[in-house]
């Protein structure tokens, strides 16, 4: 408990937090595929879809292609493991309470490049 109150972890939790949900944002606004954003602190997601007008859930094996490019690009993120069929569509995100900037800019960037490479 002292390092993460002697560290700050809290605050740069809630600072990097913020910061990543603006990029992840941002790759929204550039991939069609993300058909929606949300979390707290380093706890986020980027829903998948095939379509947002009806937000019909991506194909998951597209999603974990996703996850697995992600993974040989060194970086690891999760996807929803629900028992529901079909409905394991949102890439899940929680690094570290140290991330620093450069840290979610690596993540983000090897998700841009994956979510490119996978959906085009």
């Given at each position: 408990m002292a390092i993460i109150e002697e560290e700050d972890l809290l605050g740069n939790t809630v600072a990097m937090g913020d910061y990543m949900l603006d990029q992840l944002r941002a790759l929204k606004d550039k991939h069609?595929?993300?058909?929606?954003?949300?979390?707290?602190?380093?706890f986020l997601g980027a829903e998948l879809v095939s379509d947002r007008a009806s937000k019909e859930p991506a194909p998951e094996k597209q999603v974990q292609a996703v996850v697995a490019d992600c993974m040989a690009q060194g970086v690891i993120i999760g996807a929803t493991n629900r028992s529901i069929p079909g409905f394991n569509n949102t890439l899940c995100y929680s690094p570290a309470l140290?991330?620093?900037?450069?840290?979610i800019n690596h993540l983000i960037s090897a998700t841009d490049a994956a979510l490119t490479r996978v959906f085009g």
């Open positions: 069609a595929v993300i058909g929606d954003v949300r979390g707290k602190g380093l140290i991330a620093t900037k450069d840290d």
